[in-house]
Structure formats: C-alpha cells, structure tokens
C-alpha cells in the first residue's frame, strides 16, 4: 500500500504562486511515475503534470505549460507542483497520484494510487 498527502493548497489572488507538496509513505517511491491532477466543480478530473520515475522525463496539460513545473525528491519520497501565474480557472481540487508500472502518462486510469487532494483558490 501507499499512502499520499497533498498539502499546500490554499487562497491565492489571480497572478499569485502556490507550491504543493505530496508525502509519500509505505511501497517505494523511486521507482514510480507521479502525477497531479485536479477536479473543478461540476468537471471531470483533469491531468496537469507528471514526472518519472527518475524526474528526467515531464509531462504537462497545455493549459499549464510554462506556468507550472513539476519536480521530486526520492529522498524526502516528496513531489511538489510549482505553480506560477495562477489563474481563476485554475482552482479546483488537485490531487497526486502514483503509477509503480508502466511510463509516464497522462491517464487518470492507468495511476494505482490517489492522495485525498487539496484545495486550490484563486480569487480574482
């Protein structure tokens, strides 16, 4: 089993930055893709980034692209989102997930563990 914990969500006025941070504990870290997504009200789940195993290879949602960065430390089992340039349409429900088999990807199916999401707002 792997737990996740999201935290670093909060209240953010429009242009503002956020860093959120995923804990990881139980099954190993390292050798697994991680991915955050979010969910917006009366949305779907969305992707926003992922990163492997190793951090070499990145993934992002167009709507991120150059505003949001994506890295790890497989020491502190710790993912984070940087997030810079925060829009309205950005606040939702974000959420970290772990794959332990298979590439980096963008699907929410394909992920094997979910933490409980925290919550992003962006006033503007």
């Known amino acids: 089993q792997v737990q996740l914990v999201e935290s670093g969500g909060g209240l953010v006025q429009a242009g503002g930055s956020l860093r959120l941070s995923c804990a990881a504990s139980g099954r190993t870290f390292s050798g697994n893709t991680m991915g955050w997504f979010r969910q917006a009200p009366g949305k779907e789940r969305e992707f926003v980034a992922a990163?492997?195993?190793?951090?070499?290879?990145?993934l992002y949602a167009d709507s991120v692209k150059g505003r949001f960065t994506i890295s790890r430390d497989n020491a502190k089992n710790t993912v984070y989102l940087q997030m810079n340039g925060l829009k309205p349409e950005d606040a939702a429900v974000y959420y970290c997930?772990?794959?332990?088999?298979?590439?980096?990807?963008?699907?929410?199916?394909?992920?094997?563990?979910w933490g409980q999401g925290t919550q992003v707002t962006v006033s503007s």
């Open positions: 990163v492997s195993w190793n951090g070499g290879d990145t």
């Open positions: 997930a772990a794959r332990f088999l298979g590439s980096i990807t963008v699907v929410a199916g394909r992920y094997d563990y």
